[in-house]
């Protein structure tokens, strides 16, 4: 049984610091493409930032790109991406996907889907 598991969201002033974490297990993680996604209220999901196997190629929105950092532990079966700098329109939930598509990080590439960390930057 596929498990991703997602944590280190929380409350944070804006201009602060989070790094999330996402661990995973039930496949073989070396495998896998990964990526973080977020929605926040009202709006759609949208890739935020992907990485391909071997954890050596990025993909990175606009919006964050300079500010987020993506990464990944194959040994540890972990995914982490570091937020910096954070912005009120940061503020959604964010989710961890283990799947394919890294280069796009378009979400219908992804198959294996955590039940998400909130992240709330405040003004």
């Known amino acids: 049984q596929v498990q991703v598991v997602e944590s280190g969201g929380g409350l944070v002033q804006a201009g602060g610091s989070l790094r999330l974490s996402c661990t995973v297990s039930g496949l073989p993680f070396e495998d896998y493409a990964m990526g973080w996604f977020r929605q926040a209220p009202g709006k759609e999901r949208e890739g935020v930032s992907c990485?391909?196997?071997?954890?050596?190629?990025?993909y990175y929105s606009e919006s964050v790109k300079g500010r987020f950092t993506i990464s990944k532990d194959n040994y540890k079966n972990t995914l982490y991406l570091q937020l910096n700098s954070l912005k009120p329109e940061d503020t959604a939930m964010y989710y961890c996907a283990a799947g394919a598509g890294w280069a796009t990080c378009r979400s219908s590439t992804f198959g294996m889907w955590g039940q998400g960390t909130p992240v709330n930057v405040s003004s």
């Open positions: 990485i391909s196997r071997g954890g050596v190629s990025t």
